[in-house]
């Protein structure tokens, strides 16, 4: 059973390139999200997904895109990336939204040069 | 605004009990996790609390005050693979999740 599989574990890219982080569950969890975690900050909420088909924005949305085209999957893409998106970047999943347990992904650390 | 405040790091002794604290200021209330996450990997759940008083799981027990905005966790008898960060998380009105940054624990032979 893989839970959350998160892809690049690890990524070095340049400023301005786009990039998508894959996210893919199988546990047909409704609710999906995105965080980033850095260093002596909570984790902060991206985007999120209540269901299939709908996206909501997180406390830092700026700069990230999300879409929900179907239960499983759950893509981030950095249209232009930045020096300031560099961050660990962990997707999450919940039976359903708001006080359901999170399940997360093992993360993906992305470095913006 | 909203705010979670957990000490930054704690040190403690293995075989020992160790108390977390967390408080917190939010708008609304309508549950509290803690989650366990050791060095580079991904946080994973622990507890949850939405009612007043003491949940008990094994050698982690974890404390809610609502009226105080206020949780602890407790974690008895230490190992050293407890070593890592805990998490406090509040679930506001709009039933999004507030997270503190995070108490980085260390145990000591």
């Known amino acids: 059973i893989a839970g959350i599989t998160q892809a690049p574990t690890s990524q070095i890219l340049a400023a301005g390139r786009r990039m998508t982080l894959r996210c893919t569950q199988d546990?047909?969890?409704?609710?999906m999200y995105w965080y980033r975690q850095d260093l002596g900050l909570g984790l902060r909420l991206i985007h999120y997904?209540?269901?299939?088909?709908?996206?909501g924005k997180g406390e830092v949305p700026d700069g990230y895109s999300v879409s929900r085209a179907n239960t499983d999957d759950f893509p981030l893409t950095l249209a232009s990336a930045v020096p300031s998106q560099t961050s660990v970047y962990f997707c999450?999943?919940?039976?359903?939204?708001?006080?359901?347990?999170?399940?997360f992904g093992e993360g993906s650390r992305l470095t913006v040069l | 605004g909203q705010n979670i405040d957990q000490p930054t790091e704690m040190t403690a002794t293995e075989g020992a009990i160790v108390q977390i604290n967390c408080t917190y200021q939010?708008?609304?209330?309508?549950?509290l996790f803690w989650y366990q996450q050791h060095a580079g990997e991904a946080p994973t759940f622990l507890s949850y609390?939405?009612l007043d008083g003491l949940e008990e799981k094994g050698r982690f027990s974890s404390f809610l005050s609502r009226s105080k905005g206020y949780s602890y966790l407790l974690l008895k008898e230490l190992q050293m693979k407890d070593s890592a960060s805990y998490l406090c998380?509040?679930?506001?009105?709009?039933?999004?999740?507030?997270w503190g940054a995070g108490t980085k624990l260390i145990i000591k032979p």
């Open positions: 999450a999943s919940s039976e359903s939204g708001g006080t359901g347990e999170l399940f």
């Open positions: 546990m047909r969890h409704n609710a």
């Open positions: 997904s209540n269901t299939a088909g709908t996206t």
């Open positions: 939010t708008s609304g209330f309508n549950g």
């Open positions: 609390n939405v």
């Open positions: 998380a509040v679930v506001d009105s709009n039933y999004q999740l507030i």
